[in-house]
C-alpha cells in the first residue's frame, strides 16, 4: 500500500509568504504528526492529531504555525508570514495508534526555503 | 539539554563487519524506543523497536539492546552492506506523558568498500 505522502517535495518562497505544506498519512491511521527537521539535527515534533483534532500542538513555535485535519486524514500545515528560519524540511507521520505503542512512519517531507 | 542523544555523530565501517551505534537518553519514564534509518533526501525509516520490558530484539541483520541501569540503547547492524549508509537515529516517547517521538541528532554511518 501506499506510504505517507507529502506535497510539494520543495517549497522555495519569499520571507514574509505564506505557505501551505500538505500530508496524506497511510489510510486507516488514526494518528498523525507533523515535525521540522533542520540540518544535522534529528526532526523536533511540532503538533499531532488524533482523528481531527489537535490533540497536543505544544511543539509548535509560534503562532505564525498552524495545523488543520478536517476531515481527520489529510493534514495541511499552514505558516504566515514565513522567515528565514522557517527554512527546514518539514516531516510528516502517521501511526496506527499511539506513537507510545507503535512506530511512525514517516514521509520524504517537504524541504521548505524561506529567501 | 536534549533527553536523546548519540555518542558519535559519524561512524566509518568496512563493507561487511558488524557496526554498533549507540544512544543515550535521560528520561527514565521513557517506556518505548525506535531506531530509525535516514537516507538523504528521504524520511526517516523504521528499523526495530524495542519497549522497556525487554532488553535485547532481533531483526533481519539488526539487533536493538536496552540497557535501563544507564539509560543506553544501541543497535547492531551484522555484515554491513553499502545500503546500511545513512543517518541513524534513536527515538523515545518520553515527552514528559506526552505523545510523540523525542529523537537524537543521529549518527552518520558510512560503510567503507
Known amino acids: 500500500g501506499a506510504g505517507v505522502s507529502q506535497t510539494p517535495s520543495n517549497k522555495v518562497t519569499e520571507k514574509g509568504k505564506y505557505v501551505e505544506l500538505r500530508c496524506d498519512p497511510i489510510?486507516?491511521?488514526?494518528?498523525l504528526y507533523w515535525y521540522r527537521q533542520s540540518l544535522g539535527q534529528g526532526p523536533e515534533f511540532l503538533i499531532y492529531f488524533q482523528g481531527t483534532g489537535a490533540a497536543d500542538d505544544s511543539g509548535l513555535p509560534n503562532d505564525r504555525f498552524f495545523a488543520v485535519r478536517p476531515e481527520g486524514s489529510v493534514s495541511t500545515l499552514k505558516i504566515q508570514r514565513t522567515e528565514r528560519g522557517d527554512s527546514a524540511v518539514y516531516l510528516c507521520a502517521s501511526s496506527l495508534g499511539l506513537a507510545g505503542n507503535s512506530p511512525l512512519h514517516f514521509g520524504n517531507g517537504t524541504r521548505l526555503t524561506v529567501t | 539539554g536534549e533527553s536523546v542523544g548519540l555518542h558519535l555523530p559519524t561512524l566509518s565501517v568496512q563493507e561487511g563487519d558488524n557496526s554498533i551505534i549507540n544512544c543515550a537518553y535521560s528520561n527514565s519514564a521513557s517506556d518505548y524506543f525506535i531506531w530509525y534509518k535516514q537516507e538523504s533526501g528521504k524520511g526517516p525509516q523504521f528499523i526495530i523497536d524495542?519497549?522497556?520490558?525487554?532488553d535485547k530484539r532481533q531483526g533481519q541483520r539488526v539487533t536493538v539492546l536496552l540497557n535501563k541501569t544507564v539509560k543506553h540503547l544501541s543497535l547492531q547492524i551484522a555484515a554491513t552492506q553499502p545500503g546500511d549508509s545513512a543517518v541513524y537515529f534513536c527515538a523515545e516517547n518520553g515527552r514528559g506523558g506526552a505523545d510523540g517521538l523525542t529523537f537524537g541528532k543521529g549518527t552518520h554511518l558510512i560503510i567503507q568498500p
Open positions: 489510510s486507516g491511521h488514526t494518528a
Open positions: 524495542i519497549r522497556s520490558n525487554m
